[in-house]
């Protein structure tokens, strides 16, 4: 009866089943997840039922993307414990194999609209590919706009000609005034007066013969051009279209058995509309298959398998949660009255913390902040440094904190008394003046003994708070790096960020392009510890009152 689901190979009587399904957006994988997920990789390591290039071999790797694979532990009308898994998007092949529960909608399935209207926009794509390439269109639009700058130059040059011409007429009455006659003077005015007006007429005609010159050439671009747009716009339609029709496909169901599109679920956001790829993550179509052959949900996990994407950071083998942007507002839906583990997120991590006073006095003061303790209020927690310094300072104006750290990452922290404090202190960071130090511990053994990485980024905006590293749209991020130890497999480093991005420093040593070896304990971009292994244990700056150079340490407890 039940095609895709599988029994434990391993013998799981002793494993005590959890009480609560797993929050997915932040969790530990129940034992269970984790012998299914061990079941699944060893099944993708050896299967012949097809095919994709992962990247864990050497050839084809410029080609070669990992996946997410989910899994997700149910029990059958029967009493069976055992598993479903699941992959996002799609093979290489397009093949879905009967290892994995089906997609919510299998657009590549015999009979379905998709590949046709993917057909369609294929042809699209050659006619604008082959339009941009056409030899004639790129020789007359090079021309174009030669020749267009070439006019508005020398229509502009004619332009500064008359201006200085005016200024001369300027002086030249000047003198005039001052050295003619008043019948003379009556004559040269006139004179001056039709030196304006030829030279006015000669820039008109010569702007209208440059029109004409530019609009037969304009003519033989505006036909390609308006061609081009033609087809565009019926790429954009046709895709507006066949995206439409696909996301009525996709309704989800909950273990109340009721449905709800994905069209429904995301009007009700303040995104509207779907997110590309919707519905095509492994949690929901794990979820979506339980609850349609009346399996019970247990647990869930995620994992990586494969080479990492070039911006976002992916580990191979290693766990994740579930994407916030697409999967997020899904799963609200389909997990709707399933008792799940409580958000840690929610919780306080700051609660009976202390936080330790390294200098104070009538403008300023210099403290450590513990693991684990925000910054600045968040969207849920509002306790923080800055909500501790306005209660114990309530007198104090303007923002008190001066800079952040991550609320995972320990270390020194700089707050202003005063508004005017605060901008002296903040300028200092903005010219770069104020020198910084952090200490990390990697998970893993670095080759180099120092260098530099520039790596810009952004924040990912279908899985905030992460950052990735991108080339067109991120923001310029430096950072220094030099090794102190190396011990038990593990490397600790000084770094010196040049620039204060968000992430910088557990981004690029975690991704593939700068150390390629994350900060142990990092719950985002490598393996989850007891902490982050992230310190700023030293700040150089000066005093705004007394212009003292100030320097504070604190080492590391790690």
């Given amino acids: 009866m039940y095609n895709h689901f599988?029994?434990?190979?391993?013998?799981?009587?002793?494993?005590?089943?959890?009480?609560?399904?797993?929050?997915?957006?932040?969790?530990?994988?129940?034992?269970?997840?984790?012998?299914?997920a061990k079941e699944v990789q060893e099944y993708l390591a050896t299967q012949t039922d097809f095919t994709h290039n992962f990247g864990l071999k050497k050839e084809n790797s410029s080609e070669a993307i990992g996946k997410m694979f989910g899994v997700l532990v149910v029990k059958n009308q029967q009493g069976e414990i055992g598993f479903l898994s699941a992959f996002s998007g799609m093979f290489s092949d397009n093949s879905i194999p009967v290892f994995f529960v089906p997609p919510?909608?299998?657009?590549?399935?015999?009979?379905?609209?998709?590949?046709?209207?993917?057909?369609?926009?294929?042809?699209?794509?050659?006619?604008?590919?082959?339009?941009?390439?056409?030899?004639?269109?790129?020789?007359?639009?090079?021309?174009?706009?030669?020749?267009?700058?070439?006019?508005?130059?020398?229509?502009?040059?004619?332009?500064?000609?008359?201006?200085?011409?005016?200024?001369?007429?300027?002086?030249?009455?000047?003198?005039?005034?001052?050295?003619?006659?008043?019948?003379?003077l009556q004559a040269f005015l006139q004179q001056l007066q039709q030196e304006s007006y030829n030279q006015q007429f000669y820039l008109k005609e010569l702007t209208e013969y440059k029109r004409q010159q530019l609009a037969i050439i304009e003519k033989k671009w505006i036909f390609f051009t308006e061609k081009l747009s033609e087809?565009?716009?019926?790429?954009?339609?046709?895709?507006?279209?066949?995206?439409?029709?696909?996301?009525?496909?996709?309704?989800?169901?909950?273990?109340?058995?009721?449905?709800?599109?994905?069209?429904?679920?995301?009007k009700e956001l303040p995104v509207k509309t779907p997110p590309a790829g919707s519905g095509d993550c492994a949690a929901p179509r794990l979820l979506q298959y339980a609850f349609a052959h009346h399996l019970q949900p247990i647990c869930?996990?995620?994992?990586?398998?494969?080479t990492s994407p070039n911006k976002a950071i992916r580990k191979h083998q290693q766990f994740y949660p579930s994407c916030q942007s697409r999967c997020k507002p899904i799963l609200a839906h389909m997990l709707s009255g399933i008792e799940m583990d409580e958000n840690p997120l929610l919780k306080n991590p700051a609660k009976n913390k202390i936080l330790t006073f390294l200098y104070e006095d009538d403008d300023l003061v210099v403290i450590n902040k513990p693991a684990e303790f925000l910054s600045v209020p968040g969207k849920e927690i509002t306790d923080s440094v800055a909500t501790r310094m306005?209660?114990?300072?309530?007198?104090?104006?303007?923002?008190?904190?001066?800079?952040?750290?991550?609320?995972?990452?320990?270390?020194?922290?700089?707050?202003?008394?005063?508004?005017?404090?605060?901008?002296?202190?903040?300028?200092?960071?903005?010219?770069?003046t104020v020198k910084k130090r952090y200490v990390a511990v990697l998970d893993g053994v670095l080759q180099k003994k120092s260098g530099t990485m520039n790596l810009p980024l952004r924040v990912d905006l279908d899985d905030r708070p992460r950052q990735l590293v991108c080339f067109e749209h991120g923001k310029a991020a430096t950072t220094k790096w030099n090794v102190i130890e190396k011990?038990?497999?593990?490397?600790?480093?000084?770094?010196?960020?040049?620039?204060?991005?968000?992430?910088?420093?557990?981004?690029?040593?975690?991704?593939?392009?700068?150390l390629n070896t994350p900060i142990l304990g990092d719950d985002l971009y490598g393996t989850k510890a007891h902490r982050l292994h992230l310190h700023a244990d030293y700040i150089e700056f000066e005093h705004p009152s007394t212009k003292k150079r100030m320097q504070f340490q604190v080492d590391a407890n790690f």
């Fill in 104 to 184: 919510v909608f299998h657009r590549y399935q015999k009979g379905s609209f998709y590949p046709v209207g993917e057909g369609k926009l294929n042809q699209l794509n050659l006619k604008i590919s082959a339009l941009k390439n056409n030899t004639d269109f790129i020789t007359i639009q090079q021309q174009y706009q030669q020749q267009k700058q070439a006019i508005e130059t020398e229509l502009q040059q004619e332009k500064n000609r008359l201006k200085q011409a005016k200024k001369d007429r300027k002086q030249r009455r000047k003198e005039a005034e001052e050295n003619l006659s008043k019948s003379e």
């Fill in 6 to 36: 599988h029994h434990f190979k391993t013998n799981i009587l002793g494993i005590k089943l959890p009480e609560k399904f797993t929050f997915p957006f932040y969790y530990e994988p129940h034992q269970l997840c984790k012998l299914a």
């Fill in 231 to 266: 087809l565009k716009k019926a790429r954009k339609e046709l895709s507006n279209t066949l995206q439409a029709q696909l996301f009525a496909k996709y309704q989800f169901l909950n273990q109340q058995k009721e449905t709800k599109g994905v069209v429904e679920i995301f």
């Fill in 390 to 432: 306005k209660a114990k300072y309530p007198n104090a104006t303007g923002p008190l904190v001066v800079h952040r750290l991550d609320m995972s990452t320990s270390g020194i922290l700089l707050i202003a008394k005063s508004m005017d404090i605060y901008k002296k202190l903040q300028s200092q960071f903005i010219n770069r």
């Fill in 300 to 306: 869930m996990a995620e994992f990586w398998w494969g």
């Fill in 487 to 514: 011990k038990d497999d593990k490397t600790r480093v000084h770094f010196y960020p040049i620039t204060g991005r968000t992430h910088q420093l557990r981004v690029h040593a975690a991704h593939s392009l700068g």
